[in-house]
């Protein structure tokens, strides 16, 4: 009898597993990734002063979180410090898991020494460069890393593969505790002391008093394309960056592809990310080359006017040996970084980002708009409490507000009121659609800068269209503001200097392929207008990323309903929510 040609039945059933397996959807691919955050005190040295600050895992920068689109994060954070800590992770959509987004008094209550959270959410629909950070006071000044997503396995980039990737974190460095320096600035009303120092990868460079040996260095090969993942981690500063000698291929804003072009300097605002493209020269340049960053500032007040340096180095060919060579002897090539408050560059830059709008990766930009918001955003005053003298201006206290509202932290978490029907005394749901007293925004201020004090939010309705025009103001000086939204992207659809007009403005937005992002930048003395779709249920925190901003008060959340099927609804929170 001749041989049987059919598998024995054990691999007939592996077979079949296989071909099973093959037809499942992308999803099956999925992996649930544990990280564990120990928050602890750790000694740091840094222009030549140490001191004891709030870490995670005593690494400054903290860890790299690293992931792919559909995956789940399961990240255990245990507070060891007698700070209170919140993380957020900055980008992140959190469809229907807004117990994981992280802000202080938004979304949970703090975590308190000797407890611990766990974040746990799934990353839909995104990859690229994102981060994370602490979300209360200004502990993230120390407390923050790269959140790195890789396509989904068997996903190209939309571009050519590069040959490495390396995260580059900006920060910024206080010889002081941070803490310490909002806390004087809000008792006495005035502007906080400056950082000491801005760092690349937590590392303040040769610029700097003390910091030689503290330098970043990119090793490179010739001829070969680098990607670095750019994030703006700084407290307080937009930032200016260039290689000297070399341009980049921007590619990817906020986690978002956009079309490529090549510059030799970019702006990146603090919470923003930019991934860049960078092609070394084809053959050892003999040189070495400084990669800058410093200051894009616009307002009045004082700020940290230094420069951060790292190094980008060629590795030598293998004919030259090494003792020939001593890359202290190179010339050491410098970028050209534009002036401090170059306007017109930001504007420029910003003109140039689109959207990718592929076929694979469509502009799903509103057409339609079902609510239109109006909202001013810029700095105030509050009166000076009696008996006390105060250092903003004309003996008052800085304040900050959108709509001439300065957002009060509550005492209890936001989401956990509003899921719970437990919204009175917590918050109300009438903040102004529109300012109450309409001026001439960034013309003449007007003589009264008092802002009004409140918890207001506004309510949308699940799947509401939204259109927002964010305005700067004159009061106390014009000012470039990165506003951030957390639980959504949006569509940056038009931008301009002076007041918007609704009746010629809105004919010039771009609804073909506007950039997509988490972050924008209202221009300094001018207004940009956002459009998102609200399919994402939670309380959802907005706020300028100048942290200084943010503890005057510009700020203010939005409440997205439910919608009527079960992936629209918000899910309870788990039993391990912190309490406050």
Known sequence: MGASILPPPAFRALLFSFSIFCLLPEHAFAVTRHYKFDIKLQNVTRLCHSKSMVTVNGQFPGPRIVAREGDNLFIKVVNHVQNNISIHWHGIRQLQSGWADGPAYITQCPIQTGQSYVYNYTIVGQR???WWHAHISWLRSTVYGPLIILPKRGVQYPFAKPYKEVPIIFGEWFNVDPEAVISQALQTGGGPNVSDAYTINGLPGPLYNCSAEDTFKLKVKPGKTYMLRLINAALNDELFFSIANHSVTIVDVDAVYVKPFDTETLLITPGQTTNVLLKTKPYFPNATFFMTARPYATGQGTFDNSTVA??????????IHSSQLSLKNLPLFKPTLPPLNDTAFAANF???????????????VPQKVDMRFFFTVGLGTNPCPKNQTCQGPNGTKFAASVNNVSFSLPTTALLQAHFFGKSNGVYIPDFPITPIFPFNYTGNPPNNTMVSTGTRLVVLPF???VELIMQDTSILGVESHPLHLHGYNFFVVGQGFGNFDPNKDPAKFNLVDPVERNTVGVPSGGWAAIRFQADNPGVWFMHCHLEVHTSWGLEMA??????????QKLIPPPADLPKC
């Open 350 to 364: 910003t003109s140039k980002l689109r959207s990718l709008a592929s076929a694979q990766f469509p502009a799903k």
């Open 558 to 567: 939005w409440v997205v309903l439910d919608g009527k099927l079960p992936n």
């Open 128 to 130: 690229g460069t994102l």
């Open 310 to 319: 790292a190094i980008l180095e060629y590795e030598s060919p293998k004919t």
């Open 463 to 465: 799947n509401t269209s």
